[in-house]
């Protein structure tokens, strides 16, 4: 059973948090605070993170940083100010995803789901996002449905960057922001180009099942059947 750590300073939410997570099939530790989570991580090896960034003792941003020094744990953030959440990722600390409060849980449980999906398995050197889809970074390589699908730089490092937290929507400036990272400046309208022929080459391997989906007026987001 796949374990998560739920770091919650909110005992209420964090005991539904904990609950449907369990009803989910997954095996669940709580913290109410951030001093020993991560001599926990350490020590315990979860598979997923659940970090709120406000907590007592020692902050989200914080633990997050430290995490990352010594460990690819999947780390979904929970913030209550949407604002906040472009200023955690701009950082670069390390969060995977990240979720707003007030939350869906069965939205919670699906994102659990989703980046638990993203298995890294670097003895092969794959990183394996589904049956239907797999990506080899270290050879930029791309099969969907067991096909070789040729992409372009710009196309590899989109798809890759989606494939990392299906089902998560990004918008536009956060894609130009992520796949040029030398902060060129780049017309939203040549992200929507790249966007559509890679949407277009996935689906035509795919035997025109839709991955890349358009969310109006937010963004993209990559979808697995």
């Not at 020590?43 to 020692?58: F, G, K, S, T, Y």
């Not at 998560?168 to 992200?191: G, K």
Request: overall charge negative.
């Amino acid at each position: 059973m796949k374990k998560i750590l739920v770091v919650e300073d909110e005992h209420k939410l964090a005991n539904v948090v904990q609950k449907y997570l369990q009803n989910a099939g997954y095996l669940t530790h709580h913290f109410d605070r951030g001093t020993g989570v991560v001599d926990w991580v350490k020590q315990n090896n979860p598979d997923a993170v659940l970090l709120d960034l406000i907590v007592p003792e020692v902050d989200g941003i914080t633990l997050c940083r430290e995490i990352r020094k010594f460990s690819e744990v999947p780390i979904i953030m929970v913030t209550a100010q949407v604002d906040e959440v472009d200023r955690v990722l701009g950082l670069e600390i390390g969060a995977d995803d990240y979720i707003c409060k007030p939350f869906s849980l069965r939205e919670l449980v699906a994102r659990v789901r989703a980046i638990l999906r993203f298995e890294r398995v670097s003895s092969q050197g794959t990183d394996y996002v589904d049956d239907m889809l797999s990506i080899d970074e270290e050879r930029m390589q791309c099969f969907v449905d067991g096909k070789v699908v040729d992409l372009t730089a710009v196309e590899f490092s989109l798809l890759c960057l989606l494939a990392k937290t299906p089902g998560r929507v990004y918008s536009r400036a956060q894609l130009i922001d992520q796949v040029y990272p030398d902060y060129r400046v780049v017309n939203e309208r040549t992200m929507d180009s790249h966007i559509k022929k890679l949407r277009k080459r996935l689906k035509d391997a795919a035997g025109d099942v839709e991955l890349i989906h358009s969310i109006y007026g937010v963004g993209y987001k990559l979808e697995l059947p």
